[in-house]
């Protein structure tokens, strides 16, 4: 992590070859958040281009390398929201998730690929905001406390979701140990 905070440090700074070895680092996790509130490929490319512009263009702006992840996982957010808002798009089903080709340079990341697109194939009967709080806890392993500080939501009302969610799941599932 210590090397990592050095990279967004020397981003902020200017360091392009730098830039492009953190966004490399934070590229699938955006995506899996991008995937949980939007429902084609093309969209979902497109704003995680515009984001990583965004975010390059900002980068001098932020004021604290270790705010990094919350600060380009809220441009990200925003972007997202934009594009739904104008698409009016539909919500996430398990034909779009199948019919979608993701292309990841490592295959031996494919698996964890794969488990994160059954994990959103559980949780599509959510609200958008509902997957993206627990594909952000779950699958990007976020702490309830950087969740609020992405969405700007209380911290207890965040832990208070995901325990619903939580039950939402069991309930749907039909289980009690999820």
């Known amino acids: 992590m210590e090397g990592l905070l050095d990279k967004i440090k020397k981003s902020i700074n200017g360091d392009k070859d730098a830039y492009s070895k953190i966004i490399s680092y934070y590229e699938k996790k955006l995506y899996v ?20 512009m965004q975010a390059y263009i900002k980068i001098n702006e932020l004021k604290s390398a270790e705010k990094f992840s919350s600060w380009i996982t809220s441009i990200l957010i925003n972007n997202c929201n934009k594009l739904y808002v104008k698409n009016k798009m539909k919500l996430l ?4 998730i199948e019919s979608n080709n993701i292309n990841f340079k490592q295959e031996n990341e494919y698996k964890k690929v794969e488990d994160d ?61 999820i």
């Open 93 to 96: 089903s398990y034909d779009d």
């Open 33 to 52: 958040i991008a995937k949980s509130r939007l429902n084609n490929n093309e969209d979902i490319q497109d704003v995680m281009q515009e984001t990583i």
């Open 117 to 177: 697109l059954n994990f959103l194939d559980i949780i599509n009967f959510l609200s958008i905001e509902d997957r993206t709080i627990i594909s952000m806890y779950y699958l990007n392993e976020y702490t309830t406390k950087e969740i609020s500080e992405i969405l700007k939501i209380n911290e207890s009302t965040i832990r208070s979701r995901i325990s619903n969610i939580r039950n939402k799941i069991k309930e749907k599932m039909g289980k009690e140990n």
